[in-house]
């Protein structure tokens, strides 16, 4: 059953890749949607019938077929269904179906059999993504995690004819060969410590110790899994990838690089959360790496002109804040904000699209501004997405953001809480530096008319949004835009605290998965979570809020003071943004200009590209052109293929010499040659 | 009766005699005497040792490499036939390669 769901969308993708050229690209588009479709009912299917489950016995295991069996690895090739999974299946089939209608009219330019191969490699990350969320093993998990790179990889690189792009693809696929080449190791650690492969079996076998003082094997452990998921999901160091990653189609920025994909890393924190709970030395780590990484996207992100990079830094810091919740060991809050991220970040990357397809390609803020008339579907899904993310209440993001910046306060990591709340007005000020200049104020360019210049080019005018001159996004897009802004603004309420009056449901369903078995089967709920949660917070003081049992008065006003405070710190980023680039244009610019190197410096991404090129890819072009292809290649290698030839060559120079030919030379050597012999016996 | 000794002299004269042909001539016919005397140079030391030992061995030998010296004769100068239509010539020197 659990097998449907991944494999569905693998049909889809057989189904377009075998036969997508002979297909029209209506057909294909809906080969590809109806296998996001089926994957999402069977999804709602299985979590249905895992919610009517007691939540203590809330872990269905399919396996599919005996994988790796080599001495003491027995290793099947088995899919796990718990509530963290059920969640994530929901966000990749849900959103990803979304993205899939949405697709059929933003890549519709395309020619049929590039629309066709866009879809099967649609279909085949959603597969793996999938494969990867329902692993119930490191190995299987692994498998999808892999898939989803190659697919990432293709997609990037979808229109490769352009250089940039191919680049692009290149170096999200290498950039992530180092990630994963972490999480291989942390695997082998894992197998070797635990002699397990099994997520539930490792957590029962972390979970019997108590966690780790020093910097252990455990830590060791957890910390090389930390570099798997900093280079899936793009945190510092290896974050360079994500927004070049931008060169892609939108919808797949919206799909794999702001909803799914770079989430795999926070979502593989919270499936071992446990080991990452006895890792107390690792999760400082984390929470330090996602709270710097946070802040310093967020810094970029302030000053960048191109619509779908401000886009992909955003990503980047709510990368960050997610790894925050891992790292204070609040897992259920980060997966919480993973979820409602999802909805309003797909959304913006999707309204994002909607512009551009509208400007036919035109991406730079500099040259849009007024779109809010053309467009105002986009416009207006567009903020509400902007509001969420920026953690303007009541919307989703609120919810989310809130609890993780609670949790990093009240578990005591008060500096990481500081820096993440400035990067929450971050945040506000950028989302609302792009829609103030993208759809306010006059427009900066004429040279692009807002014409649907991308339809009339290939001849797409029978097809609705063309034909009718609409500016504005096309039906398959607006509904897909509407929906998710809904999304956006109630994805939250299964998330409200306790503190407002809610019961904050997503956390109380998560929390089976983020505790030990042993500990989990011992019956009373409550109980249990305050204990894990104690175990995975360790440097907190067990003051059993936990999000569920109600906190003490102090606790209670103390939340509720936060919650007031970072709302506060939302509108205010929303006023900053409004003054600078809606009231006074000019005192951004003199801003600028005041701090010409700061500038300088966000604007080059402080210049991380370009420190890695000197640092590791120049030396390794070096080594290779110098040392390794002109020294060991030319000279060595080849200097021993050339040396046999030349020294047979030369020794047959010399002995083609005796090959006169003369019969009477022969004679006299045979001759020579009897004497010796002779001699040789008769002298002995 | 003329000791082993002048018999064993006598062929080793004759064999160098006839390798010195082989080696000096510049005619493949002479060369080719050269070798039948080379040839029974060394029957000649056969039979004087068969003939010391008193036995017939020797006298056998020396029938088989008459035998065989007669074909080689028949064999040696059909090739030189065979040659000498391909190059007018008898000298040795002037068949150093395989083919031409």
């Known amino acids: 059953?659990?097998?449907?769901?991944?494999?569905?969308?693998?049909?889809?993708?057989?189904?377009?890749?075998?036969?997508?050229?002979?297909?029209?690209?209506?057909?294909?588009?809906?080969?590809?949607?109806?296998?996001?479709?089926?994957?999402?009912?069977?999804?709602?299917?299985?979590?249905?019938?895992?919610?009517?489950?007691?939540?203590?016995?809330?872990?269905?295991?399919?396996?599919?077929?005996?994988?790796?069996?080599?001495?003491?690895?027995?290793?099947?090739?088995?899919?796990?269904?718990?509530?963290?999974?059920?969640?994530?299946?929901?966000?990749?089939?849900?959103?990803?179906?979304?993205?899939?209608?949405?697709?059929?009219?933003?890549?519709?330019?395309?020619?049929?059999?590039?629309?066709?191969?866009?879809?099967?490699?649609?279909?085949?990350?959603?597969?793996?993504?999938?494969?990867?969320?329902?692993?119930?093993?490191?190995?299987?998990?692994?498998?999808?995690?892999?898939?989803?790179?190659?697919?990432?990889?293709?997609?990037?690189?979808?229109?490769?004819?352009?250089?940039?792009?191919?680049?692009?693809?290149?170096?999200?696929?290498?950039?992530?060969?180092?990630?994963?080449?972490?999480?291989?190791?942390?695997?082998?650690?894992?197998?070797?410590?635990?002699?397990?492969?099994?997520?539930?079996?490792?957590?029962?076998?972390?979970?019997?110790?108590?966690?780790?003082?020093?910097?252990?094997?455990?830590?060791?452990?957890?910390?090389?899994?930390?570099?798997?998921?900093?280079?899936?999901?793009?945190?510092?160091?290896?974050?360079?990838?994500?927004?070049?990653?931008?060169?892609?189609?939108?919808?797949?920025?919206?799909?794999?690089?702001?909803?799914?994909?770079?989430?795999?890393?926070?979502?593989?924190?919270?499936?071992?959360a446990v080991l990452f709970g006895h890792a107390p030395a690792t999760l400082a780590v984390v929470a330090a790496i996602g709270v710097a990484t946070a802040l310093m996207a967020g810094t970029i992100g302030l000053v960048q002109n191109d619509i779908k990079r401000v886009l992909a830094y955003s990503t980047v810091s709510q990368l960050g804040l997610m790894f925050v919740a891992m790292g204070v060991g609040a897992f259920a809050a980060g997966i919480f904000h993973l979820y409602t991220h999802a909805f309003f970040k797909a959304l913006l990357f999707l309204g994002s699209g909607a512009v551009i397809h509208a400007l036919a390609g035109e991406q730079d803020i500099r040259r849009m501004g007024g779109l809010r008339r053309d467009l105002p579907v986009t416009y207006w899904t567009f903020l509400v997405g902007a509001l969420a993310i920026s953690g303007v209440p009541l919307l989703s993001g609120f919810f989310s953001k809130d609890e993780i910046l609670w949790r990093a306060f009240s578990s005591g990591h008060t500096l990481v809480w500081g820096v993440a709340v400035v990067a929450s007005l971050l945040t506000a000020i950028y989302m609302f530096r792009l829609v103030f200049l993208t759809f306010h104020g006059e427009r900066r360019s004429a040279s692009h008319d807002l014409a649907v210049a991308g339809h009339g080019q290939t001849g797409g005018g029978g097809h609705g949004p063309a034909s009718e001159g609409g500016h504005d996004a096309p039906p398959a897009m607006a509904i897909v835009l509407v929906l998710l802004a809904v999304g956006s603004v109630v994805a939250g309420y299964i998330g409200v605290p306790a503190v407002l009056g809610g019961s904050n449901r997503i956390e109380q369903f998560l929390a089976p998965s983020f505790a030990a078995p042993g500990i989990e089967a011992s019956g009373d709920h409550g109980a249990n979570r305050a204990e894990a949660r104690g175990e995975m917070a360790p440097g907190s003081e067990p003051t059993g809020e936990g999000g569920l049992a109600p906190t003490g008065e102090g606790g209670h006003s103390a939340e509720l003071g936060l919650m007031a405070f970072s709302s506060g710190i939302a509108l205010a980023g929303i006023g900053i943004a409004a003054y600078f680039f809606l009231r006074r244009r000019g005192a951004a610019d003199a801003v600028a200009a005041r701090f010409a190197w700061l500038h300088r410096l966000l604007l080059n991404k402080y210049y991380v590209d370009e420190i890695y090129d000197a640092a590791i890819v120049q030396p390794i072009t070096r080594t290779s052109e110098r040392a390794l292809w002109k020294a060991v290649d030319a000279g060595v290698i080849d200097g021993a293929v050339n040396g046999a030839g030349a020294l047979i060559n030369g020794a047959a120079a010399t002995l083609r010499r005796l090959q006169t030919g003369s019969m009477r030379a022969y004679a006299l050597s045979i001759f020579v040659g009897v004497v010796v012999i002779l001699g040789y016996f008769v002298w002995r | 009766m003329v000791p082993l000794g002048y018999y064993l002299l006598l062929s080793a004269i004759l064999f160098a005699t006839g390798t010195l042909g082989v080696f000096l001539r510049r005619n493949v016919i002479t060369v080719l005497l050269s070798i039948e005397v080379m040839l029974n140079a060394v029957n000649l030391a056969f039979i004087s040792f068969g003939r010391f030992q008193g036995s017939v061995d020797g006298q056998v030998i020396m029938f088989f490499v008459v035998t065989v010296a007669a074909a080689e004769a028949a064999v040696g100068l059909a090739l030189v036939i065979a040659l000498f239509r391909h190059r007018e010539s008898l000298n040795p020197d002037a068949f150093t390669s395989l083919k031409w």
């Open chain 1, 1 to 272: 059953m659990l097998l449907l769901i991944p494999l569905l969308p693998f049909l889809g993708f057989l189904v377009n890749a075998a036969t997508g050229r002979r297909l029209a690209k209506s057909q294909s588009g809906a080969v590809a949607c109806l296998a996001m479709f089926g994957a999402f009912l069977a999804s709602g299917w299985a979590v249905w019938g895992l919610l009517r489950l007691r939540p203590d016995s809330r872990d269905l295991v399919q396996v599919v077929v005996p994988w790796i069996e080599s001495g003491p690895l027995s290793l099947p090739f088995a899919l796990r269904l718990d509530p963290l999974s059920a969640v994530m299946i929901l966000v990749v089939t849900g959103i990803g179906f979304l993205i899939h209608v949405y697709s059929t009219a933003y890549m519709h330019d395309e020619r049929a059999s590039e629309y066709a191969r866009y879809f099967s490699y649609l279909n085949l990350f959603a597969a793996f993504m999938l494969v990867l969320v329902l692993g119930a093993s490191f190995p299987v998990m692994f498998v999808g995690w892999e898939g989803v790179g190659l697919c990432s990889y293709l997609l990037i690189g979808f229109w490769f004819t352009k250089k940039s792009a191919s680049d692009a693809g290149k170096k999200a696929f290498i950039v992530n060969r180092v990630g994963d080449f972490g999480f291989l190791l942390g695997m082998f650690l894992v197998w070797s410590h635990f002699g397990s492969l099994d997520f539930r079996e490792v957590a029962r076998l972390a979970g019997q110790a108590p966690p780790e003082a020093g910097f252990g094997i455990v830590s060791l452990a957890a910390l090389l899994l930390f570099v798997g998921a900093t280079g899936k999901s793009a945190q510092i160091p290896l974050y360079v990838w994500l927004p070049d990653a931008m060169e892609g189609p939108t919808p797949v920025s919206a799909l794999i690089h702001a909803a799914t994909m770079v989430t795999a890393g926070v979502f593989m924190i919270g499936r071992t």
